[in-house]
């Protein structure tokens, strides 16, 4: 597969199906843009995705009920998409369906650790060089099963630190578990959480700005950095 030119340097949006999709609901809504949005699995359904990542066979949506509550969205919209939908099986009632670049992936980014679907979309993104991936839905807090929440996590955050360590730039919805964005900022750098003036680290430019947390917030505006916080609906302008 080549590489698709217009993806690099590109700001996109990855939306998984967790609650923390709602910040990039609130975020378009509040007028933030992406060159491109992606979906995974039955997000297609619901949002205006530029691509689709469904790494199951096709057949596991259109033959079973093994998708659980996806199956009937699945159904209902797969036949009829018009973007790439990136899998591991081609299937003529899915006639956009693309195979995903499985061995130009794993030798670009010298790594074959996939065992859900984001984490093939993330490394999707490093393969085409896309300068910002923001992900939104992607909480792995599943409560029946907490192996494979676990599992999956730990999957995608290796993913996160792999594409950050090339460059890419990574943000992650304050609403989710993922890399700990749910977690205040005074409490994300265990040990130093414990002193009565906890540090604090924020990134900025490829650094760190690390600082005792009572002087982040003057730190930051002197500095106009901007922390990453929920996203909160737009309310009436002038009335």
């Known amino acids: 597969m080549q590489k698709i030119e217009s993806l690099k340097g590109a700001r996109v949006a990855l939306l998984g199906l967790g609650i923390s999709q709602i910040d990039f609901v609130i975020g378009a809504e509040n ?91 993330i490394a999707f993104a490093y393969y085409h060089e896309v300068g910002t991936l923001e992900l939104y839905g992607i909480d792995f807090s599943y409560k029946g099963d907490m192996h494979f929440a676990e599992a ?5 955050e290796f993913w996160c630190s792999k594409v950050m360590e090339g460059g890419m730039m990574i943000g992650v919805s304050p609403r989710s578990s993922l890399l700990d964005a749910s977690v205040p900022l005074k409490e994300r750098l265990y040990g130093y959480h414990r002193l009565a003036d906890p540090i604090v680290a924020v990134p900025h430019n490829n650094q760190w700005v690390i600082e005792p947390n009572s002087k982040i917030r003057d730190v930051l505006k002197k500095e106009n950095i901007a922390v990453i916080e929920e996203e909160t609906p737009p309310e009436p302008y002038k009335g």
């Open 31 to 121: 007028s933030n843009e992406w060159d491109e949005v992606w979906g995974i699995n039955s997000a297609c359904g619901v949002f205006n995705c530029s691509r689709v990542f469904m790494m199951d066979p096709p057949s596991r949506f259109l033959d079973s009920d093994d998708a659980g509550k996806q199956t009937q969205v699945m159904r209902r919209v797969l036949p009829d998409l018009s973007v790439p939908v990136y899998t591991c099986e081609l299937d003529d009632r899915v006639p956009s369906a693309e195979l995903y670049p499985i061995e130009a992936v794993c030798n670009y980014t010298k790594s074959a650790y996939f065992n859900n679907t984001v984490a093939y979309a």
């Open 152 to 156: 999956g996590r730990a999957c995608v």
